[in-house]
């Protein structure tokens, strides 16, 4: 606790979100050294796919369950910032609900040696009632139900009931299409990077410091991941990593009331959901056809012959050009 303190005191006047996503960074990075190295002495490593891209087979073995790496830093930064703005623990709360069902996951795989890890209905079991459970925070908060329309620049009220649906519904969407995103180095981490960013900036904006705040240490440990994820990946994040980013994500956009705006800022993560739709609903409709090489379309593409050093900085790209747009939107 103290050193995230004292890097607090070497940016003097600096800006809280900065501090916060500074610290955050290097921890993340001082822990990725430390736990890193313990990951592969244990042989905690990716089974690749062999019916994937073939130049992902160089990657089995590469250590994975990352992802605790970045909890363990926002978790830390988190109780040190929240001794200010202590409205940030139910945010920290739900990331890392998530991130605990990932692991679980991840463990049964990795650890356990149980190729299925948690069964798909447990697994949704799990995210379905941590994202009931910050729904309910929410009503009992008078947090309010209304809902930014983007476009038309107004708020819609919802029925309690249909509010707390709708979480629900935003934050499954948003884990999953996240975890899908999590295919190539540092696709995931660098989109979700982008993303955070953008919320930081809109929270600031909108006069919301907890949340700029929240952003921006979940930023900070997606960028200090990078440090190790970037091609090529010295770890991988897994589920650990990717559900909680998925729900850091979605609770920042919800404390915006903006919820519909990741529709636009989260477009990459969107298609890569929806290529997935669309290949198993064509699969079924076509008695085993594939709509695409190979889904999610990150795959696809790879296996269309473009590398993945180039569809990682172009899906980088595309969403920080989106959350421009998002940025000018509202």
């Known amino acids: 606790m103290e050193f995230i303190q004292s890097i607090s005191r070497m940016f003097g006047n600096i800006d809280i979100q900065t501090k916060a996503l500074v610290a955050s960074t290097i921890l993340t990075i001082i822990l990725g050294l430390i736990v890193v190295p313990i990951l592969r002495k244990k042989k905690i490593g990716q089974v690749v796919r062999d019916d994937g891209p ?23 930064v988190s109780i040190v910032f929240g001794l200010k703005y202590p409205k940030i623990f139910p945010l920290v709360g739900v990331t890392i ?10 463990f ?9 890890g948690l069964s798909p209905k447990l697994k949704m079991a799990g995210l379905i009632i941590v994202s009931i459970g910050f729904a309910v925070y929410l009503l009992l908060s008078n947090f309010g139900t209304d809902i930014y329309i983007p476009f038309a620049k107004s708020y819609i009220i919802l029925p309690k ?13 948003c884990t999953n299409s996240v975890n899908l995103t999590d295919g190539l180095d540092g696709l995931a981490a660098g989109v979700s990077s982008i993303i955070l960013i953008f ?3 809109v929270s600031m904006a ?3 410091k907890v949340n700029s705040v929240f952003s921006a240490i979940v930023a900070g440990a997606s960028i200090g991941f990078l440090f190790f994820n970037i091609n090529p990946a010295k770890v991988f994040m897994g589920d650990t990593g990717s559900l ?15 919820p519909l705006i990741l529709l636009i800022v989260a477009g990459v993560c969107v ?16 008695k085993g056809k594939r709509l695409f090489k190979m889904a999610p379309i990150h795959h696809h593409l790879e296996l269309s012959g473009i590398k993945e050093t180039i569809i990682v900085p172009s899906f980088w790209a595309i969403t920080a050009i989106l959350c421009f747009i998002g940025f000018n939107i509202i």
């Open 54 to 76: 073939q130049s992902h087979l160089k990657k089995t073995g590469t250590p994975t369950m990352g992802g605790i790496i970045m909890l363990a830093a926002i978790l830390v």
């Open 97 to 106: 609900g998530f991130g605990v069902i990932g692991f679980i996951d991840d």
């Open 108 to 116: 049964k795989k990795l650890i356990l040696k149980n190729p299925k």
């Open 161 to 173: 009931i249909i509010y707390a649906l709708f979480v629900v519904l935003v934050m499954i969407a």
């Open 199 to 201: 919320f930081i900036y």
């Open 206 to 208: 909108w006069g919301d």
């Open 244 to 258: 909680a980013l998925g729900g850091a994500i979605s609770a920042s956009a919800i404390m915006l009331k903006m």
């Open 271 to 286: 298609v890569e959901a929806i290529s997935v739709i669309l290949q198993v609903t064509y699969f079924k409709a076509t």
